[in-house]
Nanobody, 121 residues
Framework: VQLQASGGGLVQAGGSLRLSCAAS????????MGWFRQAPGKEREFVAA????????NYVYSVKERFIVSRDNANGMVYLQMNSLKPEDTAVYYC???????????????WGKGTQVTVSS
């Protein structure tokens, strides 16, 4: 599976962005998908997950009620709708895929190149 994230940019606090992750490979629908982010000087952290088997989603507490993750298996896409953005959301965002668990310390099998999100105050 090859992944390519896009949609990052510069936005003011309170604004919105939608990140996209395009996945190649006919087995995309079998993978659990995750969004992660890494801010300068910090470790990469889990942000959101969209699971393959039951359409379940999961979020890190700091983005709940603000971010929405979704997937389109037919077109090999995963999205992260980010609303009410805060300066602390500034980071490079990555999408990743695994057939296992999705978390900060989990071993994701495939990673895409990141896309920069900058939120100004």
């Amino acid at each position: 599976v090859q992944l390519q994230a896009s949609g990052g940019g510069l936005v003011q606090a309170g604004g919105s962005l939608r990140l996209s992750c395009a996945a190649s490979g006919r087995t995309f629908g079998r993978y659990n998908m995750g969004w992660f982010r890494q801010a300068p000087g910090k470790e990469r952290e889990f942000v959101a997950a969209a699971f393959s088997s039951d359409n379940r989603t999961n979020y890190v507490y700091s983005v709940k009620e603000r971010f929405i993750v979704s997937r389109d298996n037919a077109n090999g896409m995963v999205y992260l709708q980010m609303n009410s953005l805060k300066p602390e959301d500034t980071a490079v965002y990555y999408c990743a895929a695994t057939m296992g668990s999705v978390c900060s310390s989990c071993g994701m099998e495939y990673w895409g190149k990141g896309t920069q999100v900058t939120v100004s105050s």
